[in-house]
Antibody, heavy 125, light 106 residues
Framework: EAQLVESGGGLVQPGGSLRLSCAAS????????MSWVRQAPGKGLEWVAN????????HYVDSVKGRFTISRDDAKNSLYLQMNSLRAEDTAVYYC??????????????????WGQGTLVTVSS | DIQMTQSPSSLSASVGDRVTITCRAS??????LNWYQQKPGKAPELLIY???SLQSGVPSRFSGSGSGTDFTLTITSLQPEDFATYYC?????????FGQGTKVEI
């Protein structure tokens, strides 16, 4: 069965940097889009970024554009999120998720079918 | 960005009740709508994808419907393990935005 394990979270000062990792196992990592989703304490889910199978396509939510970079290493079955210029509002549990596509008729529908347990990032002085 | 609005934000229900949660998109998203369940301290779990397809392993008391801008998640005969927060998410356009969540309480 697919498994995702995040790591790299912790306490960082405003303006600092952190790199999150997500180790994948139990499936062919290189065949899937992957995403990062975050959840601030006591708040709802916020989609952050995703990356195509070969890394050629990446998308970000506006609030992290220019500060966060999503990447992957298929040889290591790993997904990453480099976070720079961190702000207090970036404090959240960060989840990595496997994205799957389902075809109905002529359309492909995407969804996240496996999630990691999350890693907490706290931005505070 | 496409805004997703869920209603209600919370609801109280009893075991055996039929529960309906609605999700409205700020523009048409066809059937690009997913539903997730999240329990405290846990990662979200996929329930429904493409508006109405039941994820493997999810009990049949969960169902989804809708297309365009208006969607519904229905739980027939609520079970104790269904008390959780439910989120809709659109996958029509990035960023793949979520609704604010609906907490189902006893």
């Amino acid at each position: 069965e697919a498994q995702l394990v995040e790591s790299g979270g912790g306490l960082v000062q405003p303006g600092g940097s952190l790199r999150l990792s997500c180790a994948a196992s139990g499936f062919t990592f290189s065949s899937y889009w992957m995403s990062w989703v975050r959840q601030a304490p006591g708040k709802g889910l916020e989609w952050v970024a995703n990356i195509k199978q070969d890394g050629s396509e990446k998308h970000y939510v506006d609030s992290v554009k220019g500060r966060f970079t999503i990447s992957r290493d298929d040889a290591k079955n790993s997904l990453y999120l480099q976070m720079n210029s961190l702000r207090a509002e970036d404090t959240a549990v960060y989840y990595c998720a496997r994205d799957k596509a389902f075809k109905r008729g002529s359309s492909w529908y995407g969804f996240s079918d496996y999630w990691g347990q999350g890693t907490l990032v706290t931005v505070s002085s | 960005d496409i805004q997703m609005t869920q209603s209600p934000s919370s609801l109280s229900a009893s075991v055996g009740d039929r529960v309906t949660i609605t999700c409205r998109a700020s523009q048409s998203i066809s059937s690009y709508l997913n539903w997730y369940q999240q329990k405290p301290g846990k990662a979200p779990e996929l329930l429904i994808y493409a508006a109405s397809s039941l994820q493997s392993g999810v009990p049949s008391r969960f169902s989804g419907s809708g297309s365009g801008t208006d969607f519904t998640l229905t739980i027939t005969s609520l079970q104790p393990e269904d008390f959780a927060t439910y989120y809709c998410q659109q996958s029509h356009t990035t960023p793949n935005t979520f609704g604010q969540g609906t907490k189902v309480e006893i």
